[in-house]
């Protein structure tokens, strides 16, 4: 036999505020309409659900079995509003975010763990990759938004771009490495050092490439290319090496004290990081909240970069 769950809900109101009155108060109804509606229920099952008489009213056991129900399914509806709520409020759902590695495992790591800290419900799923494999993965909707530096002149159509922060690079090493004691560093001191090299076919090789050739290093050697950024920390903790990163990155280590900038203006590549997305796809609301937080968190960052950066590296 089909019950239907608003009768169980209603039993179990009636039971919990303590009469029939009280009961349709509780659910805003007439006092008249749930007396039938009870009668009517009574008829169906063919039993009674309250004791015939008895004042106060006095459920049966049938009726404290269905009004257990009753309640499991209140519960029920009001757990499946507070996840409608959170869901359509951005607060609980799955955000798919990749971006190449330096900007992700350097600066947006710390972001995204703030970010979970005040939104524990949504899921980040998190991976790598550049431009162009971004924007094929963003084209086939296997991730929702990508974040990676873009000349913005080279976005493609169907993509959205917003920019987020201004491409800034500089000559960085270990706080240990001797040329880190100095207050003014000249080309012949950087010459004899040896360098870290991102991976060949990534943005960040291309301006190690430019940045060097700025300042009149064209021939130069590599003693560790590719390597994750951790790996790159801890190749430039136990030797002198040097390497070209973006400025944002080194900041964000400030504290940690593993990486600094030297004193050398390098040209600044074109590109600016941004935040990627489909321009016909409609962008589910974790995602959405995600993207906002981004946005609130790296115009913070680009303020304190401007801030710091124009003291230490490099003056306009």
Not at 71 to 82: G, L, P, Q, Y
Not at 134 to 143: H, P, V
Not at 179 to 185: D, E, G, I, K, N
Request: aromatic fraction near 6%; proline fraction near 7%.
């Amino acid at each position: 036999m089909k019950i239907d769950p608003n009768h169980l809900q209603m039993l179990a109101a009636i039971i919990d505020a303590g009469g029939l009155g009280e009961g349709a108060l509780a659910l805003n109804k007439s006092q008249p309409s749930v007396s039938r509606s009870v009668a009517m229920l009574e008829q169906r099952l063919g039993s009674r659900l309250f004791e015939k008489g008895k004042r106060p009213l006095r459920p049966t056991e049938l009726c404290k079995t269905l009004a257990d129900q009753g309640r499991i399914i209140a519960a029920a509806n009001v757990a499946a509003e507070t996840a409608v709520a959170l869901y359509s409020g951005g607060k609980a759902g799955t955000a798919r975010v990749a971006g190449t590695p330096i900007f992700m495992d350097g600066v947006i790591a710390s972001m995204m763990a703030s970010f979970q800290n005040a939104f524990p419900d949504v899921a980040i799923h998190q991976s790598y990759g550049y431009f162009d494999e971004l924007s094929e993965q963003l084209a086939l909707g296997s991730i929702d938004l990508a974040i990676c530096p873009v000349r913005p002149n080279e976005v493609p159509a169907h993509l959205n771009f917003r920019p987020i922060l201004r491409g800034r690079n500089v000559l960085a090493c270990a706080p240990s490495h001797p040329l880190a004691r100095r207050s003014a560093v000249k080309l012949e001191d950087i010459a004899a050092y040896p360098w870290i090299a991102p991976p060949a076919g990534s943005p960040l090789y291309a301006d190690l490439k430019a940045a060097l050739a700025s300042i009149g290093i064209s021939d130069f050697r590599v003693s560790f290319t590719g390597g994750s950024l951790a790996s790159i920390f801890s190749v430039m903790a136990g030797s002198d090496s040097l390497t070209v990163l973006p400025y944002s990155v080194v900041f964000m280590q400030r504290a940690a004290k593993t990486i600094t900038a030297l004193p050398v203006r390098l040209e600044h590549p074109e590109r600016e990081l941004g935040l990627l997305w489909h321009i016909d796809r409609p962008m589910r609301p974790a995602v959405r909240r995600f993207q906002r937080f981004l946005e609130a968190e790296f115009k913070g960052l680009a303020r304190r970069i401007d801030e710091r950066g124009r003291e230490d590296v490099w003056r306009r």
